[in-house]
């Protein structure tokens, strides 16, 4: 019990040392901010769930973050599905490709460039920008070998940019 109550304090201090760049990170993921607010919460809550097993991680915050990183994918797959459901026009999905004239614009836009680009790059992008984590931190986040994580880093950014090009931001 002892053990697990170290585990635990361990847990709530990694999260409150990690706490800026893991909401940064899901609120750039989710594009909500009270999402982001609750799917750390669920975070931490399944991995105390989880506290039994924590005692074998290697590395706890690369694990807290692949952690974030699978749930905040399933909540925007579920958002997706939601979507699907609910759309009664097709026309409710068209995107017009005007240059963004203010800061939330341009956040919508570089969030669609980035839900265009594959997924692998797209992943990448966030931890590194918006999680704050180093390439050999992401790295062992997806469980990658570092040369892919660099390059999936570098084939993303340049779909980005071309991506901005075309809506002329760059």
Do not use: W
């Not at 019990?1 to 990170?25: G, P, S």
């Not at 506290?51 to 905040?72: D, W």
């Not at 040369?147 to 779909?159: F, N, S």
Request: proline letters at 2%.
């Amino acid at each position: 019990m002892n053990k697990k109550r170290k585990l635990m304090e361990q847990l709530a201090r990694l999260m409150e040392e990690e706490k800026e760049d893991l909401y940064r990170y899901a609120c750039y993921r989710l594009g909500d901010e009270a999402e982001a607010e609750d799917v750390l919460q669920e975070v931490f809550l399944a991995l105390c769930d989880k506290a039994h097993l924590l005692a074998e991680v290697e590395n706890m915050r690369n694990y807290l973050f692949r952690t974030l990183t699978n749930q905040c994918g399933m909540l925007l797959r579920n958002r997706q599905k939601r979507m699907e459901m609910e759309c009664d026009n097709i026309e409710q999905l068209q995107v017009h490709d005007l240059a963004p004239q203010d800061f939330e614009q341009e956040f919508r836009l570089i969030d669609r460039l980035l839900g265009e680009i594959p997924v692998e790059q797209s992943e990448v992008i966030r931890l590194h920008i918006h999680g704050g984590r180093t390439f050999a931190d992401i790295a062992s986040i997806l469980n990658e070998p570092l040369p892919t994580v660099k390059a999936r880093y570098r084939y993303g950014i340049e779909k980005l940019r071309d991506g901005l090009r075309m809506n002329k931001l760059m």
